[in-house]
């Protein structure tokens, strides 16, 4: 009877600390992780040197929650300078020289999500048209085109989404060319300012998530009906390819451009180069379509996806093409194409960025 007293409580006291370890990491899970920096943060951001050969993994010294949630596509850039990411409440940049990951960070003094670069610093906006800019040299932040959205709902008066919810056109993004015309992309309108923002125009309609690239006075941009081209720093527009389809990616290669079209009839996203300043294109890339089993089985549902063409560089003589199943690297123009090795990633397609003879990869972390 004795063995049974001394049981008993021992067995209450197991179950309450067990009780109170499980109550411990259920109120571990709801509170808010805060962001920091850690050693082991890895597989956000690699960086190679030599044509994709190999990679260097650059990710130490950035936030860690980025290792969950990913880079949006407009939270990066490289150009000259380096490499700059916005994560959290700063921007973090990289020289492109560095041998070992290093980051340094500039506090941010606002909510702008997105950042681009721009002909004397980097942009700043968010989806409400908040826009800032750092100039080159400089570490101070200063707000930009202020009036843009008074301006562009009196210019066009249409109602949607974000207009009837928070009374502002939706900001896609903004691009300014190296003569300081500024564009920016908001709801389905580009609109130009060639004034420093004073005041705009609206040039183009029905654009969509509009990406705009220069080259030699001749500007191109995505569009929902394909590809479009400007030879007057964008006050007309032209269509230049058309496959019934969204102009998925745009971008300025060596005597030319290179673009990336969906086709709603075959589901697939072809590549098109032109070398005549985007008069005329040439499809290439026809062995990097996903085969037709596993397109079918992504259109029944089998698959969550196919191995889709979603970017397209250029770094020195080879052209870059990132898939949703990895990169590939051609040196002829893209009529052959090799797969590049890069280290095991859970991810849905891949970012990339190209500055000089280093490219930058960012795994996306959703479709």
């Known amino acids: 009877m004795k063995k049974l007293f001394v049981f008993i409580p021992a067995i209450l006291l197991v179950s309450f600390l067990l009780n109170s370890f499980v109550l411990k990491e259920e109120e571990a899970k709801k509170k808010p992780k805060k962001e920091g920096k850690s050693a082991g943060v890895v597989n956000i951001i690699f960086k190679s040197t030599d044509g994709g050969q190999t990679w260097q993994d650059i990710s130490k010294g950035l936030p860690e929650n980025l290792q969950r949630a990913g880079v949006p596509r407009d939270g990066f850039f490289a150009n000259d300078r380096g490499v700059y990411l916005r994560a959290g409440n700063g921007v973090y ?40 800019q750092k100039i080159n040299g400089t570490s101070y932040w200063s707000p930009v085109y202020e009036n843009f959205q008074e301006q562009a709902v009196r210019l066009n008066g249409t109602e949607d989404y974000y207009y009837t919810n928070y009374k ?105 180069i032109s070398m005549d300043s985007g008069k005329t294109w040439e499809v290439i890339g026809e062995d990097l379509q996903p085969s037709w089993s596993s397109s079918l089985m ?45 280290p095991p990633i859970e991810n849905f397609g ?15 972390k959703g479709c």
């Not at 340094?104 to 826009?131: L, W």
């Not at 230049?240 to 389809?245: A, H, L, M, N, Q």
Request: charged content about 20%; some cysteine; hydrophobic content about 35%.
């Open 93 to 132: 940049h990289s020289e492109p020289n560095s041998t070992t990951p290093f980051w340094t960070k500039e506090v941010f003094p606002g909510n702008q999500r997105n950042i681009v670069p721009g002909k004397n610093g980097i942009f700043a906006y968010d989806f409400k048209g908040q826009f800032l």
């Open 168 to 272: 502002v056109k939706f900001v896609r993004t903004v691009f300014e060319t190296a003569g300081g015309t500024v564009f920016i992309v908001s709801s389905n309108s580009l609109f130009r300012s060639t004034n420093h923002g004073k005041t705009w125009k609206q040039v183009h309609v029905g654009g969509g998530a509009m990406k705009l690239v220069e080259s030699n006075g001749v500007l191109l941009a995505t569009c929902r009906e394909g590809i479009v081209r400007s030879t007057d720093d964008g006050q007309n527009w032209d269509r230049v390819i058309s496959e019934e389809g969204v102009g998925i990616a745009v971008e300025r290669i060596d005597g030319g451009f290179a673009a990336i079209v969906n086709n709603p009839i075959t589901e697939t996203n072809s590549i098109h």
């Open 350 to 364: 891949f970012n990339l960025s190209v500055s000089g003879n280093v490219i930058y990869v960012i795994p996306n």
């Open 298 to 342: 992504k259109k029944i549902g089998l698959l969550q996806s196919s191995s889709d063409i979603l970017s397209i560089k250029q770094m020195g003589n080879y052209l870059l093409c990132g898939r949703s199943d990895g990169i590939f690297r051609s040196s002829d123009r893209g009529k052959t194409w090799q797969q590049l090795i890069l």
